[in-house]
């Protein structure tokens, strides 16, 4: 077990460092000079060349990465030069709004998905499962913000239960704030239960079929604790891993879904990062999502290793 | 040289004429929604419709009509005219960006695939890079710099499906390198370039023309997550997207001005991952029996 974590760490830091660079060279390479950014068009030129020089912005681009990487090893990822918040403040503001979406969105997606799944394992084949596997195909053809706008036209517009858009802080007020979540969450869960009930029925009609299963059976037990007790958490090691890159991938915020219901996440901090320009905040968070994706996948393959043995026996 | 060659092709040939009774009726309904709407789109021009871009303050959210068949949307412009020269937008980015995708990954994969060793882990490594990145925030940053243009969007997009079709062809390239046409091809002295050309290309093909299929669906998808956040297409160009973000402002008084191009993508989308899911089933089988 040690010597695959060490493996994966050894891959994990290559992967980080090119990160890294590729995030800076993006932020570098796009047009636009960030000393004119900030002065605005009417700088002078000796204006810019004296700010191009206090920020070290003549320097090769190599030296720039490296004074880059060194500043944020230790922690400063840098300042916006528009509204003034370090990199790590604006995350810090913007992560538990991403985060509760996500939580709500895998936890609704789960509700919706895994009890189909079951019911759809069940009876494998009948009407009910080819039903909602053709369900869950069409949905799969569902973009998000297409469902989105069908939730808000339902939801808020004719049957006027929920707002459309907007944000209260939970610690304001609990109830609100669920209310706000409530559609933007659900639109997330649209997409995300169709990969969810797939994968768990197909690995349920796998189990189903294991010889310990017929034991089982000949034993005398009651379907219903067949599925739930004995072929219900071997099959769902897919599951696990799914719901780790989902995880991983909402990290990022889900930028669609933040834009469309106006909630303060982390997708929203880089499309108006992008949209002001604010290459510092931009360079930082993509930075930081992109680490915590990384690092999100290194942590469904150790949870991986140690729910099946066969991987970390087997080449990693 | 000849009896190699021979044999691949009765492989190719034998086995879509066995199983081409499995294509349901569902398939080819949306078969030949793909070709209305491939048809419609290159005579977009032709056909016999109003300006798409042509306002008429007069006739703003006009219901359906002789004149409007669909209606006019905010700014008094023919929904069908849009819709149909969206159609245009949705499918030329939505099979050129993953052409792009094609050839690079198709290359990359294959050649990581072949050669395997330290090129192999650095392809795959880099796509692993490429894949960390969000991406839609790195094609929202591009489009923002580099300008909204259709080229643009499409460049952009293709990059970023590379690396899913740098896994199809390294995965499929990986078990047909152990094939006995491809040793006895090497045996003979065959040179590295003949053999990924002229033995592993034609069979890495069909896994990835299929997987092509499940690209253009995710792509179409993708342009129109970008143009409903009016980063997409630069208006006045229509599109899908930016018909249904449009449509969105307007969902109280005419929510069909979202409702029409939001079902024509889910048709389009849908019968895009529906071919291809019933090629793929197709194909599989051969894949594993191989």
Same mark, same amino acid.
């Given at each position: ?316 | ?155 952009? %997009?293709? $990059? !970023? /499906? ?7 062809? =390294? +995965?499929? &390239? ?92 889910? %048709?389009? $989308? !849908? /019968? ?7 090629? =793929? +089933?197709? &194909? ?7």
């Amino acid at each position: 077990m040690l010597g695959f974590v060490a493996r994966r760490l050894l891959y994990l830091l290559p992967v980080l460092l090119a990160v890294s660079l590729l995030t800076f060279l993006i932020a570098s390479l796009l047009p636009g000079d960030l000393a004119y950014v900030i002065l605005g068009d009417q700088a002078t030129p000796e204006k810019v060349e004296a700010l191009r020089h206090d920020m070290g912005l003549d320097q090769p681009i190599l030296i720039r990465y490296l004074g880059w990487l060194g500043h944020i090893l230790q922690g400063d990822f840098g300042r916006s030069f528009r509204t003034g918040q370090t990199v790590l403040q604006a995350v810090g503001e913007r992560l538990p709004v991403s985060l509760e979406l996500m939580i709500l969105a895998e936890f609704l997606g789960l509700l919706i998905g895994v009890p189909l799944a079951i019911a759809c394992a069940a009876k494998a084949g009948g009407a009910f499962d080819r039903f909602m596997t053709s369900t869950a195909f069409g949905m799969l053809s569902v973009p998000t913000f297409l469902s989105a706008i069908l939730l808000i036209y339902l939801f808020a517009v004719e049957l006027h239960w929920l707002p459309a858009t907007g944000y209260v802080p939970l610690s304001e007020d609990p109830i609100g704030n669920l209310r706000f979540f409530v559609l933007p969450a659900l639109t997330l869960a649209l997409a995300e239960w169709p990969g969810i009930m797939r994968v768990l029925r197909s690995d349920l009609i796998t189990t189903l079929q294991e010889d310990y299963i017929a034991l089982a059976r000949a034993k005398g037990l009651t379907p219903r604790r067949i599925l739930f007790v004995h072929a219900l958490k071997p099959s769902s090691l897919t599951l696990v891993t799914i719901t780790g890159i989902n995880i991983g991938r909402l990290i990022g915020g889900a930028v669609i879904v933040e834009t469309i219901f106006a909630l303060p996440g982390i997708g929203r901090l880089l499309v108006s990062a992008i949209g002001t320009r604010d290459l510092i905040i931009l360079q930082g968070v993509v930075l930081l999502v992109a680490a915590g994706f990384v690092i999100m996948n290194f942590v469904v393959d150790m949870l991986y290793a140690v729910l099946d043995p066969r991987i970390r026996h087997g080449h990693a | 040289m000849a009896t190699l060659d021979l044999t691949i092709g009765e492989d190719v040939a034998a086995v879509p004429a066995r199983r081409k009774r499995r294509l349901g009726r569902l398939f080819w309904a949306a078969f030949g929604w793909m070709i209305f709407v491939f048809a419609v789109a290159l005579l977009a021009d032709v056909l016999p419709l109003p300006s798409p871009t042509d306002m008429d303050m007069l006739e703003r959210r006009a219901p359906i009509s002789a004149e409007h068949w669909l209606g006019t949307d905010g700014l008094g412009r023919d929904e069908l005219a849009r819709l149909v020269h969206g159609a245009r937008i949705s499918l030329v980015v939505g099979v050129c960006a993953p052409v792009i995708g094609l050839t690079f990954g198709g290359a990359l994969g294959m050649l990581a695939g072949y050669f395997r060793g330290r090129f192999e882990t650095f392809v795959v490594g880099s796509m692993d890079v490429l894949l960390a990145f969000p991406p839609l925030i790195l094609a929202l940053a591009v489009t923002a710099y580099l300008g909204q243009s259709i080229f643009n969007l499409t460049c952009i %997009l293709g $990059v !970023l /499906s590379i690396p899913a079709f740098m896994r199809v062809s =390294r +995965a499929a &390239t990986l078990t047909l390198a152990r094939r006995e046409f491809v040793i006895a091809a090497q045996a003979i002295g065959a040179s590295h370039a003949r053999i990924l050309l002229r033995e592993l290309l034609p069979n890495v093909m069909l896994p990835l023309l299929v997987f092509f299929l499940l690209g253009v669906a995710v792509i179409i998808v993708a342009e129109g997550a970008l143009s409903f956040l009016g980063l997409g297409v630069p208006p006045p160009i229509s599109s899908w997207g930016s018909m249904i973000g449009e449509g969105r402002e307007s969902l109280e008084v005419a929510p069909q001005l979202a409702f029409f191009p939001a079902i024509a993508m889910f %048709l389009t $989308v !849908l /019968s895009f991952n529906l071919v291809g899911d019933a090629l =793929r +089933a197709l &194909t599989d089988p051969r894949q594993g029996a191989l």
